[in-house]
């Protein structure tokens, strides 16, 4: 393989956003939690809420400052970069763009400092204020993110000048995509779903070390249990995701599917290796029928293959094929995981269940794979176009990129995002080793776990005290 501008631009591209968007895939959730966590201390009166909100409230900032670094850089890139498709596009994707700055993040500008520094300045209420606001920012940049990335996925509401640009006719039908309404629940639950088994892993961890252990139970329990009702539902809107894409861009679908040929009916590809230039999967495992009822919700269904589109009209197959698979896996395993915990917990017997803390431990990476492998799937499949069917990707980069300039950028970009990652996990995991500062009569506790706990959730009497729960 030569390694063009084109090429080179291509890994650049998909080397920062791997790197941004591990950030806000935490820090979206973590700001809800945040936010959940000030509000159950303002219903129920009990410090460990706000030893908790204090412990996760560093943890945040880190993260958060970490995911505006690396996320400035994606902005940069579409002038540097893909000049073509940012005059072609500009006229839609720079108002979307505006609009994540008007709301987005004027909201987070504005409370951020609030959050970090106002809890001793300013009433309680107000800080609760602040803490929603920021939660309801991260949410708002995703949205305009998500409406950004789904025109590209599926463009409409525009018409195109005679020199090709893009412009805008409905903004409705842009803002209002009907795969927005699909992919955007979809993005926000995988951060959701993140962050809680990132405290759940950190939970487990506590517990395992016997330190901090009221602490660790709660965010463990609390976790394990939102996890339980986020998973099955984050499964449901990858199901519509998976509908739209059958739909809208079925030669993204029949490489997600390993599929070759037309079939009817159709099987389901449970694993393989997609080989190109045979145009074949080589080890195959298949389901007879389940991919008609997959994709069309029949039998009987005919699908359609890759080898019905032009060969310079397919995506790359291996990559979206295995993507999406690890991504269905760590999906599941986390659904495994939620809901044994959450059965566990109801009955106290987390505490000893050693085989689920240490699988809960080790689950933490699960949410950052799958949301990754899941934007793999999403922005690999959709070439060869960057915006669906109108621009090809060759088209769209700077025309005049020298592969000496794009090596030196992507040779600097790799550099600086290693010190600037390896400083954030060095910080990070400074603070999960300090852990929450326990409460003053729970000092002997955290190195003898079998005290009574006050758990935030448990039955009285179970490993509860009245005196601790206060």
């Known amino acids: 393989m030569d390694l063009t501008p084109l090429i080179l631009s291509r890994i650049q591209f998909a080397f920062t956003i791997t790197f941004h968007i591990i950030f806000p895939a935490f820090t979206v959730g973590l700001a809800a939690w945040l936010t959940f966590l000030e509000g159950c201390g303002i219903v129920t009166g009990r410090p460990i809420y706000r030893r908790l909100s204090d412990f996760w409230l560093k943890i945040f900032a880190v993260a958060f400052s970490l995911g505006v670094v690396s996320g400035i850089v994606m902005a940069f890139q579409f002038g540097t970069n893909w000049s073509e498709l940012s005059r072609r596009t500009g006229p839609i994707q720079g108002p979307l763009l505006g609009y994540e700055s008007f709301t987005a993040f004027a909201l987070e500008a504005a409370f951020f400092g609030v959050l970090m520094f106002g809890r001793e300045r300013v009433p309680r209420a107000v800080y609760f204020l602040a803490c929603l606001m920021v939660a309801l920012g991260t949410c708002l940049s995703s949205f305009w993110i998500m409406v950004n990335n789904s025109w590209m996925q599926v463009p409409n509401g525009f018409t195109q000048t005679p020199d090709g640009v893009f412009v805008p006719t409905d903004w409705s039908a842009i803002i209002f995509n009907r795969v927005v309404w699909v992919r955007f629940p979809h993005m926000v639950l995988a951060a959701f779903v993140t962050s809680a088994f990132c405290i759940a892993a950190t939970g487990a961890w506590y517990m395992l070390r016997r330190h901090a252990v009221q602490e660790g139970r709660a965010m463990l329990t609390m976790a394990l249990r939102l996890a339980a009702i986020l998973v099955p539902i984050q499964i449901g809107f990858g199901h519509l995701v998976g509908d739209y894409v059958h739909d809208l861009q079925p030669a993204k679908f029949a490489a997600i599917e390993g599929r070759w040929h037309d079939e009817q009916p159709a099987s389901e590809v449970l694993i393989a290796w997609p080989d190109e230039r045979t145009e074949s999967n080589r080890f195959q495992v298949a389901v007879p029928y389940l991919g008609s009822l997959i994709g069309s919700m029949s039998l009987t269904s005919k699908e359609v293959g890759l080898t019905s589109f032009k060969p ?152 509860t005290t009245t005196e601790t729960a206060r």
């Open 312 to 463: 310079e009209d397919r995506p790359p197959v291996l990559i979206p094929f295995l993507a999406f698979r690890v991504m269905v896996g760590c999906g599941l395993v986390m659904l495994a995981i939620a809901w044994i915990g959450s059965w566990l917990s109801l009955s106290d017997r987390i505490v000893g269940a050693r085989v689920l803390l240490w699988a809960t431990f080790l689950s933490f990476p699960l949410g950052f794979v799958a949301t990754i492998t899941g934007w793999f799937t999403a922005e690999v499949g959709r070439q060869p176009w960057t915006v669906y069917g109108q621009i090809r990707t060759a088209d769209a980069v700077t025309p005049f990129l020298t592969t000496p300039q794009v090596a030196t950028s992507l040779a600097i970009f790799g550099s600086v995002y290693f010190l600037i990652f390896s400083f954030g996990v060095l910080y990070i995991y400074r603070l999960l080793k300090a852990g929450p500062i326990p409460a003053p009569d729970l000092g002997r506790q955290a190195t003898n776990p079998k005290r009574p706990l006050s758990i935030p959730g448990a039955s009285p009497g179970v490993g």
